[in-house]
């Protein structure tokens, strides 16, 4: 079976401080890829970034980090220097090799507070 | 390209109404994906499309729901005889060729069910 979770429901932080957001994922499969998004109030998915289970190379972009580790089945998510603007859902999801088929956690509320 | 346009945003019915929601993918995505979301949830698969033909339907997806994508083009969403519990977010995705590629989202059809 293929689960996310993602165990923070919602989580509140000052403008400026960094924040985590976890995912944890199941998958017997070898070949898989790991997917961001963020959803603002308006609705829409926003994609931030797609992996491979081959390329456990951490990535950063701006403000925004991610670390994954197959070893614990993780792909958490980190903002730096947090900004109101990043006030969103994020959700996490995961996709087996050709399943066309997207799993997504429950999200984590982010609320960032000037 | 604007993206993945969808119509209409917001669409409240009567229960036991029908309805229909289109989906514009971007031109030169040949795979079209619907999503539902209900509140507090992650997006949840419903069917996807590789140019005009249905490839995979989900058990959410029941009778009372129809998706077609006639020309490979365009899709549209139906429900028949709504149910309260239909009420949900649902999302259009497209894509060039699955994970590999990435998936883009419109913005939703939030639908009301009264």
């Known amino acids: 079976a293929q689960k996310v979770t993602q165990a923070q429901t919602e989580i509140s932080v000052v403008e400026k401080e960094d924040v985590t957001l976890d995912c944890v994922y199941e998958t017997r499969d070898t070949t898989y890829y790991l997917f961001w998004y963020k959803q603002p109030p308006s609705g829409e998915l926003v994609f931030l970034i797609r992996?491979?289970?081959?390329?456990?190379q951490n990535e950063i972009s701006g403000r925004y980090s991610w670390n994954f580790q197959k070893s614990t089945s993780s792909f958490n998510f980190t903002i730096t220097a947090s900004q109101v603007v990043d006030s969103a859902v994020y959700f996490c999801?995961?996709?087996?090799?050709?399943?066309?088929?997207?799993?997504f956690g429950t999200g984590t509320r982010l609320q960032v507070f000037p | 390209d604007t993206g993945v346009s969808q119509n209409p945003r917001h669409k409240i019915t009567k229960r036991g109404q029908n309805v229909t929601f289109r989906c514009d993918p971007i031109s030169e995505h040949n795979r079209l994906y619907w999503y539902r979301q209900t509140l507090g949830q992650g997006p949840e698969f419903l069917t996807y499309?590789?140019?005009?033909?249905?490839?995979?339907k989900s058990r959410l997806l029941s009778d009372r729901f129809s998706a077609e994508r006639p020309k490979g083009s365009f899709s549209t969403l139906e429900i028949q005889r709504t149910e309260q519990g239909d009420s949900a977010m649902y999302l259009c995705?497209?894509?060039?060729?699955?994970?590999?590629?990435?998936?883009?989202f419109g913005s939703g059809t939030r639908l009301t069910v009264v």
């Open positions: 995705a497209s894509s060039e060729g699955g994970g590999n590629y990435g998936y883009t």
């Open positions: 999801a995961l996709e087996s090799y050709n399943t066309d088929k997207l799993i």
């Open positions: 992996r491979n289970s081959f390329d456990e």
């Open positions: 499309f590789q140019n005009e033909a249905q490839l995979e």
